[in-house]
């Protein structure tokens, strides 16, 4: 008998994209099987192959005739678009031989050819927008109840992966999409790209880049496929981008580091990793890679983090490999030391070759964030000349609006850095989407009377993980001349009690200062009440989610009710439009 069954996905649609073995084994066949227009779409490859095309809905009947006609010794093609295994007629092909009793050894050879599915076609097309963690979610509720659908799409969204939306709509279902759209908005920013692409390689190919809120103002059908950025994917220059992990850069999560880097990655002192989950309490060979995968998740998932206020979360993030947890036992230091010995060397040769290896490890660019003090604005020559040493040549220092200096270092040994610049006496803190402190000079030291509170603050809260950055300004006076109304959160020092603002946008035609929502706040009021906004934006913002953004769309925060600042009036130009 010389039946066989292929499976094949042809990909996309377009020849150059169907890989070779599947063209094989279409020329190959005696028989071609498929929905008509997949067969269709490959035509151009038949030669003299009897063709049984069947509409979209018949493939139960069409699995059980492609076995049929291989057990009786023809050679079958079973045709899907994409990947046959991706909601194609891989399953049906087995779910029917199953039912029979076939194995592997007594029944008809079957042969499955990978194909290129949409979410990899869309995807190239529309720039690098999977990159991260990914899922296809098909919307066809034929098959699958719509409650199952439903918690699948709010459990992607939750959980920050990228979606595939496959089958999102048809002449009949018109109303998943909406859905969808609306539970995954309960998840993520309306500005959120989303890519649309509609029959991907194929002659009416048409790809659309737009946002999670907008996105039902395009057309959505059956030949489309919507992929639905996470929370870090951008859009550059009409190409939607995931970034390969959450941050590239690694920078100081909190004010101090409690563990130095080798301790850093013990399992005790990561109690989330699976490792510590496991408790076996024997490590097994190659646990420090699965140490430094938990620290790559640790780093990379917002979610996966427990408090990431408190010290020990999210101690570095790290792209490249991580140090090994003890550098001395890698796999190359016991190679160097293996070489040493057949040497000849000596033991202390030995550990020298063992120390060289750690300078093999990744150096990643440090950022951080100099400052020298909350309310002193002054630096000394000796702070100067401590900075230039630090960076040295490979390193840079950028002047910010925000009264600091940032530092980009590469190095594999940040707490050195930070060690000798809190040792002149500079504050060091970390950068990116965290919480960063503002403050006046208070006339030069003159008017003291609230540093303590401004000092309070920063202690608490600066450099604590946000949703995305947070600048809270700290005035002395009634002058506010540092201008903290022009903050996230605002406040303003004026006869021994505080005037609140919140919510001001910095930038844009429609900038505008914060909302004053109080005056004449208890001094000892003020820290606790600050915290509270704090944690309440951490809580419930969305994840890139402006501060002005979230109080505009909660409409009210520690009883501050949000309102709509006045609208500028912009003069139509002279000279038209
Ligand atoms: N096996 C196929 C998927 C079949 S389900 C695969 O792996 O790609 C049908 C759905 O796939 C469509 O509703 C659409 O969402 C998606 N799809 C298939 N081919 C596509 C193409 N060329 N362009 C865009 N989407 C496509």
Same mark, same amino acid.
């Given at each position: 008998?010389?039946?066989?069954?292929?499976?094949?996905?042809?990909?996309?649609?377009?020849?150059?994209?169907?890989?070779?073995?599947?063209?094989?084994?279409?020329?190959?066949?005696?028989?071609?099987?498929?929905?008509?227009?997949?067969?269709?779409?490959?035509?151009?490859?038949?030669?003299?192959?009897?063709?049984?095309?069947?509409?979209?809905?018949?493939?139960?009947?069409?699995?059980?005739?492609?076995?049929?006609?291989?057990?009786?010794?023809?050679?079958?093609?079973?045709?899907?678009?994409?990947?046959?295994?991706?909601?194609?007629?891989?399953?049906?092909?087995?779910?029917?031989?199953?039912?029979?009793?076939?194995?592997?050894?007594?029944?008809?050879?079957?042969?499955?050819?990978?194909?290129?599915?949409?979410?990899?076609?869309?995807?190239?097309?529309?720039?690098?927008?999977?990159?991260?963690?990914?899922?296809?979610?098909?919307?066809?509720?034929?098959?699958? =109840? %719509?409650? +199952?659908? *439903?918690?699948?799409?709010?459990?992607?969204?939750? !959980?920050?992966?990228? $979606? #595939?939306?496959?089958?999102?709509?048809?002449?009949?279902?018109?109303?998943?999409?909406?859905?969808?759209?609306?539970?995954?908005?309960?998840?993520?920013?309306?500005?959120?790209?989303?890519?649309?692409?509609?029959?991907?390689?194929?002659?009416?190919?048409?790809?659309?880049?737009?946002?999670?809120?907008?996105?039902?103002?395009?057309?959505?059908?059956?030949?489309?496929?919507?992929?639905?950025?996470?929370?870090?994917?951008?859009?550059?220059?009409?190409?939607?981008?995931?970034?390969?992990?959450?941050?590239?850069?690694y920078?100081l999560s909190?004010?101090?580091q409690p563990l130095l880097p080798h301790q850093r990655l013990r399992?005790?002192n990561e =109690? %989330?990793? +699976?490792? *510590?989950?496991?408790?076996?309490?024997?490590?097994? !060979?190659?646990?420090s $890679? #699965?140490q430094s995968?938990?620290v790559?998740?640790?780093t990379?998932?917002?979610?996966?983090?427990?408090?990431?206020?408190?010290?020990q979360?999210a101690a570095i993030a790290v792209?490249s490999p991580p140090a090994p947890a003890h550098p001395q036992?890698s796999?190359?230091?016991?190679?160097?030391?293996?070489?040493?010995?057949?040497?000849?060397?000596?033991?202390?040769?030995?550990?020298?070759?063992?120390?060289?290896?750690q300078s093999?490890t990744p150096e990643l660019?440090f950022?951080?964030?100099?400052?020298?003090?909350?309310?002193?604005?002054?630096?000394?020559?000796?702070?100067?000349?401590?900075?230039?040493?630090?960076?040295?040549?490979?390193?840079?220092?950028?002047?910010?609006?925000?009264?600091?200096?940032?530092?980009?270092?590469?190095t594999a040994e940040p707490e050195r850095i930070t060690e000798?610049?809190?040792?002149?006496?500079?504050?060091?803190?970390?950068?990116?989407?965290?919480?960063?402190?503002?403050?006046?000079?208070?006339?030069?030291?003159?008017?003291?009377?609230?540093?303590?509170?401004?000092?309070?603050?920063?202690?608490?809260?600066?450099?604590?993980?946000?949703?995305?950055?947070?600048?809270?300004?700290?005035?002395?006076?009634?002058?506010?001349?540092?201008?903290?109304?022009?903050?996230?959160?605002?406040?303003?020092?004026?006869?021994?009690?505080?005037?609140?603002?919140?919510?001001?946008?910095?930038?844009?035609?429609?900038?505008?200062?914060?909302?004053?929502?109080?005056?004449?706040?208890?001094?000892?009021?003020?820290?606790?009440?600050?915290?509270?906004?704090?944690?309440?934006?951490?809580?419930?913002?969305?994840?890139?989610?402006?501060?002005?953004?979230?109080?505009?769309?909660?409409?009210?925060?520690?009883?501050?009710?949000?309102?709509?600042?006045?609208?500028?009036?912009?003069?139509?130009?002279?000279?038209?439009?």
């Amino acid at each position: 008998m010389s039946g066989k069954l292929f499976v094949i996905g042809f990909g996309p649609g377009s020849f150059e994209h169907i890989t070779q073995r599947a063209r094989e084994a279409i020329e190959d066949s005696d028989v071609i099987i498929g929905y008509s227009t997949y067969v269709d779409l490959i035509r151009g490859l038949l030669t003299d192959q009897e063709i049984v095309s069947t509409g979209m809905t018949e493939e139960v009947s069409r699995a059980r005739e492609a076995v049929r006609q291989a057990e009786a010794g023809k050679k079958v093609a079973v045709i899907s678009s994409g990947d046959a295994g991706v909601y194609g007629m891989a399953g049906l092909v087995y779910e029917v031989l199953v039912e029979k009793g076939w194995t592997e050894k007594t029944g008809v050879p079957l042969e499955v050819i990978p194909g290129i599915s949409a979410i990899n076609s869309c995807g190239a097309l529309l720039g690098a927008p999977i990159m991260h963690d990914a899922c296809t979610i098909s919307l066809s509720d034929h098959l699958t =109840p %719509w409650e +199952l659908i *439903a918690r699948r799409i709010e459990a992607a969204g939750m !959980a920050d992966f990228v $979606i #595939a939306l496959y089958n999102p709509r048809s002449g009949r279902r018109t109303r998943q999409i909406v859905e969808a759209q609306r539970i995954l908005l309960t998840y993520r920013s309306p500005d959120t790209p989303v890519g649309i692409v509609k029959s991907a390689y194929r002659s009416r190919e048409h790809v659309v880049v737009t946002t999670l809120e907008q996105m039902l103002e395009h057309d959505i059908g059956m030949l489309t496929t919507v992929i639905i950025g996470n929370s870090s994917t951008f859009v550059y220059d009409g190409k939607m981008i995931t970034p390969r992990g959450y941050q590239r850069k690694y920078t100081l999560s909190v004010d101090e580091q409690p563990l130095l880097p080798h301790q850093r990655l013990r399992v005790e002192n990561e =109690p %989330w990793s +699976l490792e *510590a989950q496991g408790g076996s309490g024997q490590e097994p !060979a190659g646990a420090s $890679i #699965a140490q430094s995968v938990a620290v790559q998740e640790r780093t990379q998932s917002p979610a996966a983090q427990p408090d990431s206020g408190t010290p020990q979360a999210a101690a570095i993030a790290v792209q490249s490999p991580p140090a090994p947890a003890h550098p001395q036992q890698s796999p190359l230091s016991w190679a160097l030391e293996a070489l040493a010995v057949l040497d000849g060397e000596s033991e202390a040769s030995s550990a020298a070759a063992a120390r060289t290896v750690q300078s093999f490890t990744p150096e990643l660019i440090f950022e951080c964030s100099v400052s020298p003090g909350v309310a002193n604005k002054k630096i000394t020559p000796q702070q100067m000349m401590l900075l230039a040493e630090v960076t040295k040549d490979k390193g840079e220092i950028e002047y910010t609006p925000h009264h600091q200096l940032i530092l980009r270092v590469p190095t594999a040994e940040p707490e050195r850095i930070t060690e000798r610049l809190r040792a002149a006496g500079l504050m060091v803190s970390p950068i990116g989407d965290v919480v960063q402190i503002k403050a006046c000079d208070f006339c030069d030291g003159e008017k003291k009377d609230s540093i303590p509170y401004a000092e309070q603050i920063q202690q608490k809260l600066a450099g604590r993980q946000s949703p995305k950055e947070l600048k809270i300004g700290f005035n002395g006076c009634g002058m506010a001349c540092y201008g903290a109304v022009r903050e996230d959160i605002g406040i303003v020092f004026r006869k021994g009690k505080f005037d609140l603002f919140l919510g001001a946008k910095t930038v844009g035609r429609n900038a505008h200062s914060g909302i004053p929502v109080a005056e004449g706040i208890d001094a000892e009021e003020i820290v606790p009440l600050v915290e509270r906004i704090v944690a309440r934006y951490k809580q419930d913002a969305f994840p890139n989610e402006r501060f002005h953004k979230f109080f505009q769309r909660v409409g009210e925060i520690e009883g501050y009710k949000w309102r709509e600042p006045a609208k500028a009036e912009i003069e139509t130009a002279a000279c038209g439009d």
